[in-house]
């Protein structure tokens, strides 16, 4: 029965978010052609405060509560009243007391009405803690895929129509909010908590404290994960700041899509088979096998690609996102894979594991980018190249015994896919030479040789990999 609701969880939410991805698509591009690259630049700024406040306004207890064995009513009010307390005490230190002080940071006084509206998003994050996390617990997910696809849809649709406006980097800001509030809205909708916050949160202790380890995780994920734009946007400035954040935007997309497909449904079905450690491990190859079958040509087809997206999609003034997206889509797929394992350490109960292995990376990976910047946008990029790897390699060797999982397992259950993978870039390297065709028919033609190469080589080596696609397909 659970194995039944986890495929038909990734089925509707990983089917919902794939609908409606060629018109996110779209409609990024057309943005991005309208706006600066200073436009994406103060929002990064901005981004690289609220980013990290947005991982600690929750304290981890929506994760507590998935991860909880019995929840009642009266916990849960006790959470719903943490959450709020923190939400209003951050909207309230964002726009009174760190937005003057980021722009003072970074130099740039717009800086402060940007981030007091954003601040905004705090108080609407109140009221989706409790509805989320009791769809999860249930591995209910049809409904939330809907909710997410249409709040996002409709974010994009105003972020677009403010940026034909004229509206700039307010269009960004606009288009986030009205996301924000209209997911709170539809999950209400469809999971309503009809109960007063308690401010007694005392009640809810056991689960505050797993929740604190949670939020340090964030924490730490996200100061590794977002050094290089606070480095960047004090080492280079704002203009190169925009291309590096318009390319990882980039490369990050199909990232982002999979890894809230995956965190969505994996993290809940590992919380529900805690007490089998061989079977979360089993389940961790399962999901490293299915990632990797469509991380690797997806991101390392953008990545032969580049090119000609930056070219045909962007236009001439973003010609120098075009290196950053090629080597930020090389790693794209490691750092689609990282938080999975996290997720079964979380559910199995070792998130101290998951703490040491986010504070090596704190350590390791804002050096890199320190040292990287110093030789611009591409040291900053190949710094992600080269020292991320390592990164992973170690985590996973601390991390597997805790699964039962041996690293030879791991690294054979993604080898297949990376080696297809990239065989196909190089077919698409190859192509580029001997298509002559306008720019973009010639993408399109590269597009079409490049996924034409992985199914015919997954077909011919990876049989094992398609068979179990297909087997997922039809549960």
Known sequence: MLGKQVIDGLKWTAGIKLSGQVLSWAITIVVVRLLTPGDYGLLAYATVFLGFLTLISELGLSDAVVQGRAVDIPQLRSVFGAVVLMNVALTCFVAVALAPVAATFFSEPRLIPVMQVLSFGFLINCFTVIPTATLERNLVFRGRSFIDLGSGLIGNILTLGLAYNGAGVWSLIWGNLATALLRALGLNFISPFKHWPDFRIARAYRMISFGAMVALNRVLWFV???????????????????????????????????SSVINQVAFPAFARARHDVGSVGRNLLLSVRSISFFAFPVSWGLASVAPEVVRVLLGPTWLEATTPLILLSLIMPLRILSPV???????????????????????VMPIAFLVGCQYGLLGLSLAWVLAFPLVVLTNLFRSLHWLETKLRSYLFAMLRPAAIGAAMFGVVTLGRSLIALPQLPELIALILL???????????????GCREMLWLLRK
């Open 224 to 258: 590794y994960s977002q050094a290089d734009v606070f480095v960047a946007g004090k080492v280079l400035g704002k203009a190169p700041l925009g291309f590096y954040s318009v390319a990882m935007h980039l490369a990050s997309i199909p990232a982002q899509r999979v």
């Open 450 to 464: 490049g996924a034409g190469t992985y199914v015919v080589l997954s077909l011919l080596f990876n049989r094992a």
């Open 341 to 363: 394992t996290h997720g079964a350490l979380q559910a199995v109960g070792k998130p101290g594991i998951s703490v040491r292995n986010n504070l090596f990376a704190c350590i």
